[in-house]
């Protein structure tokens, strides 16, 4: 009688594994898929603390990392000494990257 038990325990136990391993791999599989998808396009990016000139901070960062791109973010060009000073122009035509130019708005607030 309580081998009975025994028995019939086990083979329930394996069926119910058997059903959440199919409902983990049926309903699971695609979200794992898309989140192993979604972590691998994540762009890295890096930065370090530069020369106080722009040109030259961009420059130099160039040589001691592989970059694909660049951004720049600036000012409006009413109040940027950087556009003024034809950075994004200079840093596209030395660095032979795609320079993305990003320009704050007018009303942003600055926080420190």
Do not use: C
């Not at 058997?18 to 599989?29: D, I, M, P, T, Y």
């Not at 994540?42 to 030259?56: F, I, L, N």
């Amino acid at each position: 009688m309580t081998r009975t038990y025994l028995v019939r325990g086990m083979i329930v136990g394996l069926v119910a594994g058997l059903f959440a391993f199919l409902f983990a791999k049926v309903v699971g599989e695609r979200w794992v898929g898309q989140a192993i998808a979604f972590e691998s396009a994540q762009d890295k990016a890096a930065g370090m603390t530069g020369d106080p000139d722009p040109y030259t901070a961009t420059m130099n960062a160039l040589e001691l990392f592989d970059v694909d791109d660049i951004v720049i973010s600036t000012y409006s060009e009413t109040r940027s000494g950087w556009l003024r000073a034809d950075l994004i122009e200079r840093a596209r035509k030395s660095s032979q990257k795609p320079v993305k130019h990003i320009t704050q708005p007018e009303d942003a607030q600055v926080t420190a």
